[in-house]
């Protein structure tokens, strides 16, 4: 759990009010939203699971790649995995590696977000230079 306060505050008290209200520690809830708006130019489908409970320190999310598969992300501290194989799916038996970012592990599931993400980029370069001349 990241927390910003000073050290003497959480000695102090280790739920300081103040700290939390100021939003200080990360909400994967509030994560999950973040990456679900990032990335969904280049997928299908993309959202934060309303079925399954998410928390402070994990949230799901339910992708369709381009490709037409299904898949149920967890993400936490650790970074984004694959936990099941439909939309709000948890498989317990699953141990699928952590990804740090949502690219990476897009990056592995789909060459169509591959190829999405690429002509994105592509374009912006194009934007970019045209601005410059």
């Known amino acids: 759990m990241e927390v910003d306060c000073q050290p003497e505050e959480s000695i102090v008290s280790s739920f300081d009010e103040d700290c939390i209200e100021l939003g200080d520690v990360k909400d994967m809830r509030l994560e999950a939203e973040a990456v679900v708006n990032d990335v969904l130019f280049a997928v299908a489908e993309m959202h934060v699971s309303q079925s399954l409970n998410s928390a402070s320190d994990v949230a799901y999310i339910n992708v369709e790649t381009r490709e037409g598969n299904r898949y149920c992300l967890e993400l936490t501290e650790a970074g984004l995995r694959v936990v099941g194989y439909a ?47």
């Open 87 to 133: 939309f709000d799916q948890v498989n317990e038996d699953l141990t699928n590696q952590y990804h740090e970012t949502v690219y990476s592990l897009l990056d592995t599931l789909s060459p169509g977000y591959r190829e999405a993400f690429g002509n994105a980029l592509l374009q912006r370069l194009e934007r970019l230079k045209q601005n410059g001349q």
